[in-house]
């Protein structure tokens, strides 16, 4: 939402045509109403989007914006600062220039234009319901451009996913015509723009689809009226919709349509329009929320080893994890699925073997919190009972699973699951959910979102998924939208030779050191160490490194880095600076400038990087201090799959 001058409707304006530019001056949009609406983006002088076709069509068969005649236009202009709790950094300032244009129809269109890209989005100043039969959105980039985009896994349901899957790097003309969820990344010449959603409430999320001729059409699942029951983990899916995406009633502003727009690639992982332009704080103190790092159960599937008891889901199983946060001092263990009954969906019920009292009283004298796992809309279905009663046990937050789905009613049930989660002072982690559109700005204890192709697909998935691949391409795309659940941490790393998927003892494609690298590449305020904690006891010295990091930092800044090949990020937290490296499938050296330092001041640097056989032995890793300063520069080799992570402090005597 943003702060705005205020400013006073002048009469209807004759010109069909209206533009709006940032406050550099060189980002420009130009809207056109000579028939319906269209929006031309442009970056100084030379066109980006050519002539947008956009619109709502009403149920009555109406569209909303009709042409220029009786429009009212207003311009305003924002600049503010932007406190960010637990995002990429503290806070930052945003400025902005905005058109709005009314129509008699009561229905009302809003321009941004940042330094950073263009945002629209539509309102209506009606009274009485409003029923949408569908919004239209062309975006037309032109034939022959390179595109990023992750298709749907449910060709024959589409809108019914997990928000999961790589990137289909390919060009426009050529793309499946298999719909794909949003971010989508299209390389425009003199810049790529990506195209995202912010401030989405009570609505359904953006799909595009390729028409074959150069352009992106929306597409929005239509709006759900009757749900059933899979036959597994109580989990609902939609049975019956109606022949519109959206209703509601009275006044109401619609989803902001983000054009992000890019120079560098290096400049997209801290692209901030999608935080910028959501709803500012609606719960007040966020004192109370704690980011941090979570001992993690499912992902090794329970293996420890060398124990005196049964390891999996039993209490016995759950006082080892806490003993081993604590130890760590991590902030949190997660009791992932199977510490209810999932197919009878009784989140109120844990079973016999998990004594969660014991659990929980252990664990806060201890200083670790607990969080629950469950699936959507089990926890929906007696939300108030299952959040006051978890929340005067001790239960610290949710991990919320498998929703599966973008609607409108999809929408409202993460926002009542984000509202009573703030009344009750619970995090949440949401995963099998839509990519984020500024929720944690809304609500700072929604702490992190999945919608990425995380450390889970290598349990089934195999080599042509090219993790090592995706892992230097998501966070150009994907983290412009928000933080990742990405869940890194593995201690079984395998080379491009020698990996091999596993779902009870699973290994990381890419080096260990790609792994430590993740903790400080991705935005992930409440991030996983994934894997089981009697491996990590065999390496002491690097789960002491992985605990030691932050999670959430004062300042990002991607120093180097290209989509697809690698990216080395720059995070500082007071006056410690962390650094971190990843690259692709192919082995290469970075040179780090230290001129971000403190000049005159002595530093010590901690370097984890690739061992000099971790092109043969994923797992070889070493340790290394150098006395550093300003004046100086690090060169760092990262492996076939490598990383490098860099700890930087001020010497100490």
């Known amino acids: 939402m943003l702060l705005l001058v205020a400013a006073v409707w002048p009469f209807a304006m004759q010109a069909k045509s209206y533009q709006v530019k940032s406050p550099s001056g060189r980002v420009s949009a130009t809207v056109n109403l000579d028939k319906g609406a269209t929006i031309t983006v442009a970056l100084d002088g030379h066109t980006l989007l050519k002539g947008a076709n956009i619109n709502l069509l009403l149920n009555d068969g109406q569209a909303a914006l009709q042409g220029d005649r009786g429009v009212k236009a207003k311009r305003t202009k924002a600049s503010h ?64 451009r390179r595109a990023w985009l992750s298709p749907s896994t449910n060709v024959k349901n589409p809108f019914q996913m997990a928000f999961q899957n790589i990137y289909h790097d390919t060009t ?24 995202l959603e912010s401030d989405a409430h009570a609505y ?38 109606a022949n519109y995406i959206a209703t509601s009633k009275g006044a109401r ?29 609606r719960i007040g103190d966020t004192s109370w929320i704690k980011p941090g790092k979570v001992s993690w159960d499912w992902w090794s599937d329970w293996n420890l080893e060398g124990v005196d008891f049964r390891a999996g889901i039993n209490t016995n199983t759950y006082l080892y994890y806490i003993d081993f946060a604590a130890k760590h001092k991590l902030e949190y263990i997660i009791l992932d699925e199977g510490w209810y009954d999932s197919n009878k969906g009784d989140i109120m019920h844990p079973i016999a073997d998990v004594d969660l ?20 809309n089990v926890i929906d279905e007696q939300l108030e009972e299952a959040c006051s009663h978890y929340a005067k046990m001790g239960v610290k937050g949710f991990k919320v699973d498998f929703l599966d789905r973008n609607d409108q009613t999809a929408f409202e049930m993460v926002d009542r699951l984000a509202d009573a989660c703030a009344r009750h002072h619970l995090v949440l982690d949401l995963h099998g959910i839509y990519t984020p559109t500024g929720l944690n700005r809304t609500y700072p204890n929604v702490l992190n979102f999945e919608s990425v192709f995380g450390m889970e697909e290598v349990k089934w998935g195999s080599l042509k998924n090219n993790h090592p691949l995706y892992d230097v391409t998501f966070p150009f795309i994907r983290m412009q939208s928000g933080s990742v659940d990405f869940t890194p941490g593995a201690l079984r790393n395998g080379t491009r030779k020698d990996w091999l ?10 080096t260990r050191c790609h792994q430590a690298a993740e903790y400080v590449v991705y935005d992930s305020p409440l991030t996983m160490l994934s894997d089981v904690p009697t491996s990590y006891e065999r390496e002491p010295r690097f789960t002491s490194f992985l605990a030691s990091l932050p999670t959430v930092f004062d300042k990002t800044t991607v120093v180097e880095g290209q989509m697809g090949s690698h990216i080395v990020t720059l995070r500082q937290k007071g006056n410690i600076y962390y650094i971190g490296g990843l690259t692709n499938w192919d082995e290469r050296d970075v040179t780090i ?14 370097l984890l990087t690739d061992g000099i056989n971790a092109d043969r032995n994923a797992n070889d890793h070493r340790f290394e201090a150098r006395q550093v300063s300003a004046a100086d520069s690090l060169t760092i080799h990262m492996a076939s799959g490598g990383g490098f992570v860099v700890v930087i402090a001020p010497a100490t005597r």
Request: charged content about 20%; glycine content about 6%.
């Open 204 to 241: 359904p999320g953006m799909w595009v689809e390729a028409d074959g001729k150069g352009s992106l059409n929306a597409l929005f699942a239509p709006y759900p009226t009757r749900m059933d029951y899979h036959p597994w983990r109580r989990m609902t899916y939609v049975a019956e919709t």
């Open 593 to 606: 400038n230290l001129n971000f330092l403190p000049a005159g001041q002595a530093f010590k640097a901690t």
């Open 253 to 281: 502003v619609y989803p902001w349509r983000i054009m992000q727009i890019s120079e560098k690639d290096a400049d997209m992982p801290t692209a901030n329009m999608v935080y910028a332009l959501a709803e500012p704080n």
């Open 81 to 144: 600062t932007i406190d960010a709790p637990f995002y990429r950094q503290r806070q930052f300032r945003f400025e902005a220039n905005q058109l709005d244009l009314l129509a008699p129809t009561g229905f009302g269109l809003r321009v941004v234009a940042s330094n950073e890209g263009v945002a629209y989005r539509f309102y209506t100043t009606r009274t009485g319901e409003t029923v949408v039969k569908n919004e239209s959105a062309q975006y037309q980039f032109g034939n022959n």
């Open 501 to 510: 998927a596993s779902y009870t003892k699973p290994m990381s494609q890419g």
């Open 172 to 195: 426009l003309d050529t793309l499946s015509t298999v719909p794909s969820f949003l971010p989508a990344t299209v390389d425009c010449g003199q810049a790529k723009v990506t195209l």
């Open 357 to 376: 009292p014991r659990l929980i009283s252990y664990a806060n004298k201890r200083h670790v919190g607990i969080i629950l796992w469950t699936v959507f």
